[in-house]
């Protein structure tokens, strides 16, 4: 799509893009394409298309593409965009946590941010335009449960619902507490597959992270089933349970412990239904 007329107008390519599918493009694929510009010229379109609301640099190097209907809120929804960018970051990733939920259909409690689960080194947020991104970083990416789900740009990486229900009670500081998990397990636990709760995947999953899961999905949830598949295949890993608080970050002294997934009751659940 090398444009070797003197009259490149980037107004004209960035339509090219838009009926293609496409709602991003880098700096580096605009020079190749824009070669007989300078880079003031370049550095000009982009500023006069920017000051338009017409595109966003969102990354540096990189910019949305704004299409009319979004142009009020001057950028688009991270769903239409985070696959290309992180493959133009060149970071493995998922979408996690509430947003995992909310597309999985546990959807009651709406997050304020979005959730982008990637690999070091660390990702500082991403604010533009009242919306913020924030990159949860693990060691790996455990691809075998992050699952491809269509969009109207294209695919995004998201956590299975079974890596989404224990992310969400590994990292219960980062989404409001254990009262804001109980309740998006609720919705969540109707998808989750038992089946799916295998040797494989619990292998990768702290062992506190397992217990609390499994008290929230037994005593708080009424899912017995999604609860006792977790206990058994732990039961056959010769998994140990030592006493860990409900609560992480609550002290756990002087509280009842439950005897069978040996969790310190140091907090009470309450769901919004």
Request: charged content about 25%; glycine content about 6%.
């Amino acid at each position: 799509m090398i444009l070797s007329d003197k009259h490149f107008r980037l107004d004209d390519w960035i339509n090219r893009l838009q009926a293609k599918g496409k709602l991003a493009f880098s700096l580096d694929n605009l020079r190749k394409d824009a070669n007989v510009l300078s880079e003031e010229a370049i550095k000009l379109a982009l500023n006069r298309l920017s000051g338009k609301d017409k595109i966003l640099s969102i990354h540096k190097g990189y910019y949305l593409i704004i299409p009319p209907i979004y142009q009020r809120k001057g950028i688009l929804p991270p769903i239409y965009f985070i696959d290309e960018m992180m493959k133009y970051l060149n970071r493995p990733y998922y979408v996690g946590l509430l947003n995992a939920a909310a597309l999985h259909g546990a959807g009651h409690q709406q997050p304020q941010t979005f959730c982008v689960v990637s690999v070091f080194p660390v990702l500082r947020p991403t604010i533009k335009k009242g919306l913020r991104i924030n990159y949860l970083t693990i060691k790996e990416i455990p691809i075998h449960y992050v699952e491809q789900l269509k969009t109207e740009t294209g695919y995004v990486n998201v956590s299975s619902p079974e890596l989404t229900a224990t992310d969400l009670v590994q990292y219960e500081r980062h989404v409001g507490g254990l009262n804001r998990v109980a309740t998006v397990l609720n919705e969540l636990s109707e998808v989750i597959r038992p089946e799916k709760l295998n040797k494989d995947f619990l292998e990768n999953i702290p062992i506190a992270t397992i217990q609390r899961l499994g008290y929230l999905m037994e005593y708080e949830l009424d899912r017995g089933d999604i609860a006792n598949k977790l206990f058994e295949e732990m039961q056959n890993l010769r998994k140990v349970f030592y006493r860990t608080p409900l609560k992480s970050n609550k002290p756990s002294k002087g509280y009842e412990t439950n005897e069978k997934w040996k969790v310190v009751l140091n907090t009470e659940i309450e769901i919004d239904e």
